[in-house]
C-alpha cells in the first residue's frame, strides 16, 4: 500500500499563492490516481480535485476551477495541488488521497489518504 505525506500548507493573504506537495512511497506511484480534499472547521470533507494516473485527466470542485491546478510526477512521486488567487473561505486542512479504481467513477473512490496539512488564508 503507498503512504501519503502532505507539505506545503502555511499561512497567506487573500490573492496569494501556494503550492501543496504530496509525496507518495511504499508502492508505485502510477498505480494511484491522486486527489486533494480540504476540510474546513465544522464542515464536511470537499473534493478539491483529482488527477489520474499518468496526468492525462484532471477534475475540479466548482469552488476552485480556474484556481487551483493539480499535476504530478510520476519520476518523483509527488503530487501537487497549484493553489492561486487564495481566498479566506479556502482555508481548511488540505488532504492528498491515492485510489486504484480504474472505472468511471476513478474519482470518487479513494482508498490511502495522508495526514493533511493547514492552509490559513487571510483576508
Known amino acids: 500500500q503507498v503512504q501519503l505525506v502532505e507539505s506545503g500548507g502555511g499561512l497567506v493573504q487573500a490573492g496569494d499563492s501556494l503550492r501543496l506537495s504530496c509525496a507518495a512511497s511504499?508502492?508505485?506511484?502510477?498505480?494511484?490516481?491522486m486527489g486533494w480534499f480540504r476540510q474546513a472547521p465544522g464542515k464536511e470533507r470537499e473534493f478539491v480535485a483529482a488527477?489520474?494516473?499518468?496526468?492525462?485527466?484532471?477534475v475540479y470542485g466548482d469552488s476552485v476551477k480556474g484556481r487551483f491546478t493539480i499535476s504530478r510526477d510520476n519520476a518523483k512521486n509527488t503530487a501537487y495541488l497549484q493553489m492561486n488567487s487564495l481566498k479566506p473561505e479556502d482555508t481548511a486542512v488540505y488532504y492528498c488521497?491515492?485510489?486504484?479504481?480504474?472505472?468511471?467513477?476513478?474519482?470518487?473512490?479513494?482508498?490511502?489518504w495522508g495526514q493533511g496539512t493547514q492552509v490559513t488564508v487571510s483576508s
Open positions: 488521497a491515492g485510489g486504484t479504481n480504474r472505472g468511471s467513477n476513478w474519482y470518487r473512490v479513494w482508498d490511502y
Open positions: 511504499g508502492s508505485t506511484f502510477s498505480n494511484y490516481a
Open positions: 488527477i489520474s494516473r499518468y496526468g492525462a485527466v484532471t
